[in-house]
């Protein structure tokens, strides 16, 4: 059974940082691309970070770009995402997803092919 299971999330006031990990069971996910989604109350999921399972290469909306960082380690199946200087904004619930395709990740498609349960990420002002 594969599973992807988030770790990492929690309460931090604006201004601090969190770091989420993802962890890959069931099978190797070193040939799929890996990313991360968040949803906010009331609100559409959203794309929030991707990484290219071959060349590494990262892919982050305006929203994030120079705050949040996503990385992975194919030799242990996980992916992480390095959450700087955080803003109230960024509150939801962060899942981690896997996917053949990149553009599947970036776009928030409903064919993404595994999702996490979710994490919970609350940033207070």
């Known amino acids: 059974q594969v599973q992807l299971v988030e770790s990492g999330g929690g309460l931090v006031q604006a201004g601090g940082s969190l770091r989420l990990s993802c962890t890959a069971s069931g099978r190797t996910f070193s040939t799929y691309a890996m990313g991360w989604l968040r949803q906010a109350p009331g609100k559409e999921r959203e794309f929030v970070a991707a990484?290219?399972?071959?060349?590494?290469?990262?892919y982050y909306p305006e929203s994030v770009k120079g705050r949040f960082t996503i990385s992975r380690d194919n030799a242990k199946n996980t992916v992480y995402l390095q959450m700087n200087n955080l803003k109230p904004e960024d509150t939801a619930v962060y899942y981690c997803v896997a996917d053949r395709q990149l553009r599947d990740i970036m776009t928030v498609s409903s064919a993404i092919n595994y999702w996490g349960q979710g994490t919970q990420v609350t940033v207070s002002s």
């Open positions: 990484i290219n399972w071959s060349t590494r290469d990262t």
